[in-house]
């Protein structure tokens, strides 16, 4: 991968942290700085497209907590009790 050089101005007490990291892990300050900014750089990203694109059907309002809840609960039991066909 082609890398290129830049400068930034760093808080001394997070260089220091970088530098026990790097040493702890075995990696050089510069990987563990470059996977920050890989970090900040697809936190701070704006997609062409959005996270989700397919809709789907719902209740039609929001869901009440207990709603939720009990959504929830009935998947729970369904996961528990034994299936047709499956041993228990």
């Known amino acids: 991968m082609?890398?290129?050089r830049?400068?930034?101005y760093a808080d001394p007490e997070d260089l220091a942290i970088i530098k026990e990291a790097?040493?702890?892990r075995g990696i050089s300050e510069a990987e563990i700085i470059r996977q920050g900014i890989h970090?900040?750089?697809m936190a701070n990203r704006v997609w062409d497209e959005p996270l989700f694109s397919r809709t789907f059907?719902?209740?039609g309002h929001t869901l009440s907590k207990a709603e939720v809840r009990e959504t929830v609960a009935e998947a729970v039991r369904q996961e528990k009790s034994p299936r047709p066909g499956?041993?228990?």
């Open 6 to 8: 830049t400068n930034v």
């Open 86 to 88: 499956t041993a228990a």
């Open 22 to 24: 790097a040493k702890r």
């Open 2 to 4: 082609s890398m290129k």
């Open 57 to 59: 059907e719902g209740a």
């Open 39 to 41: 970090l900040a750089a």
